[in-house]
């Protein structure tokens, strides 16, 4: 699934497991951890430098085009870390460290970064294929060096026009209809470049659905990032409701396509906020509780 969505936003992982289980009637939290630990999919600085699941064959052309290392060193700035030594720094910091959480690697720092600098410095790290994230560890992030985690650094696809067309392929094989927008806006690619690797793709078949289908999406769901306007798929009256600012997007309910309403989950409880009428949801609430239980 993460191979077919070409990468599955993943700033928050308990969304990225529904996005999958969305997906699948049968998948488990217990094997996308799974997953995890086997390096099958890893949790990457990816498209628009937002952390996204991708397959571990995809890093290194996906994370070539997708990594900004002169972002990192702008936001370094601005929390006043600063210095000739950071990439060093880091990399000494987090080698054969194995998964280290944000406050064992401020101890590991000495004291050169605290807070937000520390997760920029690990993506000035990224953005050079030398940090990657771990497994989740009591609710917290941990940061490890490629090195620890995947046997190396990873090695970005040197062959630019090579990796776009690949991103142009993928992309469209998942995101029908689109345009070359569509993909810069998903990517963070320039569009000129987006526009480069589409001339190299066709269009894909598009299959219908077969009957009805109804799905509870979580926050930042692909469905909702993956295109440059939400308009065919959100009535703009409705927009506010699920992305009411701040950087957040609320869980959905998706409908043949459309998107009907958000829900919310507070222990075992569900509270659908709909914006007209829905088919029944007793199924989806269920299967969202087993799911998470």
């Known amino acids: 699934m993460v191979r077919q969505l070409l990468a599955v936003q993943a700033q928050d992982v308990g969304a990225a497991q529904l996005a999958l289980r969305a997906r699948s009637a049968t998948v488990t939290r ?33 994370l070539a085009l997708t990594s900004r290392r002169t972002g990192s060193l ?17 990399e000494g910091a987090l080698y054969g460290q194995g998964p280290l959480t944000k406050a064992e690697l401020e101890t590991r720092l000495g004291g050169r970064a605290g807070g937000q600098g520390i997760v920029h410095l690990v993506g000035l790290a990224a953005s050079h ?6 497994p989740s560890r009591g609710g917290k992030p941990t940061y490890v060096h490629a090195a620890d985690w ?38 963070g690619v320039p569009l000129g470049e987006a526009r480069l690797g589409w001339k190299a793709t066709s269009a894909p078949a598009r299959e219908e659905p077969a009957g009805r289908v109804v799905r509870l999406l979580p926050a930042f769901d692909e469905f909702l990032m993956g295109w440059k306007s939400r308009d065919p798929i959100l009535a703009p ?9 701040g950087g957040i997007l609320r869980p959905s309910v998706l409908v043949d396509g459309r998107v009907r309403g958000t829900w919310t989950r ?3 409880a569900v509270t659908v906020e709909p914006f007209g009428e829905l088919p029944p949801l007793d199924d989806e609430i269920a299967d969202i509780r087993r799911f998470l239980s």
């Open 237 to 245: 009256e409705h927009a506010r409701k699920v992305f009411p600012g």
């Open 129 to 134: 294929g030398l940090a990657v994230l771990g």
């Open 150 to 187: 995947l046997g190396g650094p990873i090695v970005f696809e040197t062959d630019r026009d090579k990796a776009l067309a690949e991103l142009a392929v993928r992309y469209r094989r998942s995101h029908i209809p689109a345009e070359p927008e569509d993909l810069a806006a998903w990517s």
């Open 30 to 62: 217990a094997e996308i951890d799974a997953a995890v630990e086997r390096r099958e999919i890893v949790r990457a600085w990816g498209p628009r430098g937002t952390l996204h699941y991708v397959h571990h064959d995809d890093l290194a052309w996906l």
């Open 266 to 268: 507070k222990g075992s």
């Open 74 to 90: 702008l936001r370094l700035s601005q929390e006043g870390v600063r210095g000739d030594d950071l990439l060093p720094l880091i």
